[in-house]
């Protein structure tokens, strides 16, 4: 009792990012992918990327013919997306974080291959991989 008394601090960041861990395995968010697995089924299986970053983000560079819904329009957007139901979805944000969110948003709307991005696009430029900002 006298560690916890003395360690607070690390005790309460441990049950925190514990606590968020789990609530993330529960809401059952889309599977982490390596920059290599997204590369994989954007060309074997003609993967759909789906950008969540803001406007002024995504403008600065994104992935090659990815999908641009920023993440607090998903919900209004998701029927443009109704037709890749069936194909791999991968989604992407700057670093990962805001991809998570939208993963559980395509599952429960019925989306059956949903993946995150690991690193978000911040991965994907530290591989070398290019960027454009057209379109």
């Known amino acids: 009792m006298d560690f916890v008394q003395q360690n607070i601090m690390w005790v ?16 059952g968010v889309g599977k982490g992918i390596s920059v290599t697995e997204a590369t994989l089924l954007i060309n074997r299986e003609d993967a759909v990327v789906v950008d ?15 999908r641009h819904l920023a993440l607090g329009q998903l919900d209004k957007r998701l029927s443009e997306l109704e037709k890749f139901k069936s194909k791999p979805v991968i989604v ?18 019925g989306f059956e291959r949903v993946f995150n991005l690991s690193g978000g ?15």
């Open 12 to 27: 309460m960041l441990a049950v925190v990012s514990g606590g968020m861990l789990i609530v993330s395995l529960i809401r």
């Open 52 to 66: 969540v970053r803001e406007t002024q983000e995504w403008s600065s560079g994104h992935i090659a013919n990815a």
């Open 92 to 109: 992407c944000c700057a670093s990962g974080n805001r991809s998570s969110s939208a993963c559980g948003t395509l599952k429960r709307a």
């Open 121 to 135: 696009i911040g991965a994907w430029k530290d591989a070398g991989l290019p960027v454009t900002s057209k379109g």
